[in-house]
């Protein structure tokens, strides 16, 4: 049985992870931490994996800490940037077992891992790219962990494919023209009703391509977590994962 501990565990995502972790049959719930719990509860003779969903301003900190104690991590917190995934990385160099995986990834529904990984395919082959994401408005981050990664994934293809900037003729002030992540513009929508959902579109002359991702609900999210826990238990992925797709044979 793999030995799973929950950080976070109050919240939507968390609680659900909880759920999933229970209903798992080769899973056990080794403890479940909320916003005032204790991490040092969380240690290598209990647990075999800590799952993180917590907030991003406090999950770097969380992260530093297990793997402090020796704890692999599988985490969903969004927030990461460069120099915080460096502090994860100096972090493992230095951590008190050789072999501590860690694997960060801004999503794990399938449909928003392909999304992403179909996108950073197909930029290449186009002219212009835009990335829309839409997401309940109890979200505290813009733009989303998952569109972040996507744009980055897309400003690399174009970058090896040599592609000249995008055309845009617009003038003077240009704010409802998104955010430029790696030189692609992405827009994100809070609204009510919605969950997780991405849109990608690639333009070339006379052509169009739209890449759409939906999560109607959280357990979206499930069967990518434990298929990140089963992967990091099984061992041989030591050091830091970045991406669920790193996980899956595309
Ligand atoms: N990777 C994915 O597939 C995926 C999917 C959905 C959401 N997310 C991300 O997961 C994160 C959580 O989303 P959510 O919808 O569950 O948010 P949420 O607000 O419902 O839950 C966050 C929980 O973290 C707790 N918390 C805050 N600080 C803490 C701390 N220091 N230690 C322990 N717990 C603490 C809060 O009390 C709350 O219960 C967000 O960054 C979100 O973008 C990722
Ligand atoms: O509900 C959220 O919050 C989500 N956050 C992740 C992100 O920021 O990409 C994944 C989708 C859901």
């Known amino acids: 049985m793999i030995r799973v501990a929950v950080v976070g565990a109050q919240g939507r995502m968390g609680s659900s992870v909880v ?4 209903a798992a049959d080769d899973m056990v719930l080794s403890a479940s931490v909320g916003s005032t719990g204790e991490l040092s509860d969380i240690r290598t003779d209990s647990t075999d994996v800590a799952v993180e969903f917590t907030v991003p ?31 994860v990385r100096q972090a493992l160099a230095t951590a008190p077992r050789k072999d501590q995986a860690v694997c960060i990834a801004p999503n794990f529904a399938i449909s928003a891992v392909l999304a992403d990984y179909f996108a950073s395919k197909a930029a290449e082959y186009f002219t212009s790219a835009e990335v829309i994401e839409l997401h309940h408005p109890d979200k505290v981050d813009a733009p989303s962990g998952t569109a972040i990664h996507t744009a980055q994934a897309i400003g690399q293809a174009r970058r090896r494919a040599r592609l000249a900037s995008m055309p845009d003729g617009t003038q003077g002030e240009a704010a409802s023209r998104g955010q430029l992540i790696d030189g692609v513009p992405v827009h994100a929508v809070r609204l009510q009703g919605l969950n997780a959902h991405e849109e990608i579109l690639l333009g070339n002359t006379g052509e169009q391509l739209t890449i759409r991702a939906d999560s109607f609900d959280r357990s979206s999210f499930m069967p990518g977590v434990l298929l990140a826990v089963r992967t990091i238990a099984a061992g041989g992925h030591e050091g830091l994962t970045v991406g669920l797709d790193q996980f899956l044979d595309l």
């Open 19 to 22: 759920e999933a972790v229970k």
């Open 57 to 87: 301003s406090a999950s770097l900190g969380n992260v530093l800490t297990l793997i402090g104690q020796g704890v692999d991590l599988v985490v969903g917190t969004t927030g990461w940037t460069q120099e915080k995934l460096d502090q």
